[in-house]
């Protein structure tokens, strides 16, 4: 199929980032780096060296090991929690738009009282009832992503459910597990997975903000956020503490985006019909 | 016994406005191996009609009468039974190829589904067949089609395809739904002509909608035509366009285009509007239009009844007069 490919050196550049960062959080263990978490106090906020090729901490830990882990960290949560809006809010949402009636109201009223939720309330409810635990937070992140993946995938269910080879499909004495799974699933699955790696980028970044204000990854464990936030106290000695870890969050969030968009309009055969 | 027995059916749709009358008491028959056009314009009610018969109607539409097909009342048969007579006796094809085939799967995917699942054919036989199938309906190169997306295809291609899937599980009954309104007209009549072949060679019984009188002519053996709601003249198709009587199908001949006519010829439009079908006038629902109409039009409305011949029904007190033969 010969479509023009909208990916210009910016998109390999985007996804060269984002493999690098990927590959980095898997081999993290066996790279030459000191470990994330040992201190060496008369080492603290020192510049580049060969031990340390990007300097150390006001701990004096090594920063590139912490960038790495911090990676990690970043990344599982960053995956996860959407998967699990994914998994839900989509389910739920094509559920909702396919069947209407009574069980879109529920779900479309449950999906307003989540949003009505404020976030920050329901992470810290999180943290002092169940403790502060990684698995927690991407439990509180997948959660809070539910109501947007509902959204996306009930509005897209909607348009596609009024078109006419669902009525074609039905004509043809199609169930509706088949109508679900093999009409609508494919055409709501490419707003969705353009949707999901938005959800990364947008998890990456709540998740740094919540660790930034100490809710999120409890400590010594880095993450880009807790670095982030470490750093602040050093700003004016050591600025590079906490412009690296920003500056890494930066490029893979903007690299997900990237990516996100090239793929939607690479996968979306409807683009071709022009 | 008729293949299709459509008997009295009455379909309401509920709107902001109150009830909406889209189909008021409709009978029809289809022997196996026919072919009935069903013409009307816009709003008249022809879609409803086959949806009803499919019992595809919108959610809250409310339906009454009964549409037998086999022997089979399908208003009133289990979901699953339903559903199995659908997936092996009936078939639609539809006015627009572009939103009646799925745009993310390939065409092969979309036209051996229904064969596997219905059918219970087996994977690499479902594709020899659906490869067949496009052959037969017309499409070059079918192996290569299989693996391509809708929008790779043309409009007319896209007909042929939808025709190949509604085909791929032998239907007694297809209904075709303006199939060529949405095409160029040069394809129309080979889509028509396809169509026509199919329900020969494979003696299906099939109901042809259309707004287009000149795409039932020829093609039909038997014409129903439709105005708000009700089936207002029935006819064989020839007897329909030798002799019409109800002066709304005369109407809606003399508003096609003629070739032969001179150029800027003004066409007859049909003048006014078609009834609000939520108040419904109480007399001729096409008297307001009618050139012929008189007082006693206004009273009630005219059933359809065949008063001189067999065969040829029509819904009127002020017929058009037969036409003697030279």
């Known amino acids: 199929m010969a479509v ?22 898997i081999v993290a263990g066996v790279l030459p780096i000191p470990s994330p978490t040992d201190m060496d106090i008369f080492a603290r906020r020192k510049g580049p060296t060969l031990a340390h090729l990007l300097g150390t901490d006001s701990l004096g830990r090594d920063v590139l ?17 959407p998967v699990i809006g994914l998994g839900i809010g989509g389910a739920l949402g094509l559920l909702a738009g396919y069947f209407r009636g009574r069980f879109e109201i529920f779900v479309t009223g449950g999906v307003d009282v989540v949003l009505a939720f404020p976030p920050l309330i329901l992470a810290m409810a999180v943290t002092a009832f169940l403790g502060q635990s990684i698995v927690n937070l991407t439990l509180v992140l997948g959660f809070l992503g539910i109501p947007a993946f509902t959204r996306v995938a009930r509005a897209a269910t909607l348009t596609f459910s ?35 790696l938005l959800g990364v980028a ?40 906490a412009f690296l870890p920003a500056m890494v969050l930066f490029l893979t969030v903007l690299s997900f985006n990237l990516v996100g968009d090239t793929l939607r309009a690479l996968t979306d055969p409807r683009q071709g019909a022009l | ?10 379909v309401d749709l509920p709107t902001p406005r109150g009830m909406l009358r889209a189909v008021d008491g409709v009978n029809l028959t289809l022997d196996a191996g026919r072919t009935l056009g069903v013409v009307g314009e816009s709003g008249s009610g022809k879609t409803m009609l086959s949806r009803a018969i499919l019992q595809l109607l919108p959610r809250r539409a409310k339906l009454s009468g009964a549409i037998r097909f086999d022997g089979q009342d399908m208003t009133r048969i289990a979901p699953e039974t339903l559903r199995k007579l659908r997936a092996k006796s009936v078939a639609v094809v539809f006015q627009d190829p572009m939103t009646s085939l799925n745009p993310v799967l390939t065409i092969g995917s979309q036209l051996t589904e229904t064969m596997r699942e219905h059918l219970g054919v087996p994977q690499s036989e479902a594709i020899l067949r659906g490869v067949a199938l496009l052959a037969e309906v017309g499409i070059p190169s079918p ?38 309104t949405a095409l160029d007209v040069t394809v129309q009549a080979q889509i028509l002509d396809l169509l026509a072949r199919e329900q020969r060679s494979r003696h299906m019984a099939m109901m042809l909608i259309t707004h287009d009188l000149g795409v039932v002519a020829g093609r039909t053996d038997e014409v129903a035509v439709m105005y708000a709601g009700r089936v207002v003249e029935r006819a064989p198709t020839r007897e329909l ?77 002020r017929p058009l007069p037969v036409k003697v033969a030279a």
């Not at chain 2, 007319?156 to 509604?166: D, E, K, S, T």
């Open chain 1, 202 to 241: 947008v998890t990456i970044v709540v998740e740094g903000a919540l660790s930034f204000l100490g809710l999120g990854v409890p400590p010594p464990a880095p993450s880009w956020g807790v670095m982030i936030g470490e750093g602040r106290e050093s700003l004016e000695m050591a600025p590079a503490l």
């Open chain 2, 1 to 10: 016994m008729s293949l299709l027995e459509v008997e009295n059916i009455v």
């Open chain 1, 4 to 25: 023009a490919k909208p990916t210009g050196p910016l998109f390999w550049c985007a996804l060269s980032w984002i493999g690098i960062i990927v590959v980095a959080a």
């Open chain 1, 162 to 196: 009024a078109r006419e080879f669902v009525t074609a499909a039905r004509a043809l004495g199609a169930g509706h597990a088949r109508i679900i799974l093999k009409e609508l699933l494919p055409n709501v699955a490419l707003p969705l997975g353009a949707f999901f």
């Open chain 1, 65 to 81: 090991a912490r960038l790495i882990y911090g990676a990690r960290i970043s990344l599982s949560v960053g995956l996860l929690a």
């Open chain 2, 143 to 180: 192996e290569q089609r299989m693996g391509n997306y809708p929008h790779q295809l043309s409009g007319g291609m896209r007909q042929r395809v939808a025709i190949a899937i509604a085909l791929s599980c032998a239907p007694k009954l297809l209904i075709a739904d303006e199939p060529t």
């Open chain 2, 241 to 317: 366009f030798h002799h019409m009587r109800m002066p709304y199908t005369a109407a809606l001949m003399a508003a096609l285009p003629k070739l032969d006519a001179p150029p800027h010829t003004r066409l007859p439009a049909i003048g006014g509007r078609p009834p609000d079908p939520i108040n419904p006038p109480p007399g001729c629902s096409f008297a307001p239009r009618c050139f012929y109409a008189d007082a006693a039009c206004d009273k009630a409305k005219p059933p359809l009844s065949a008063p001189d011949r067999m065969a040829h029904q029509f819904a009127c007190i």
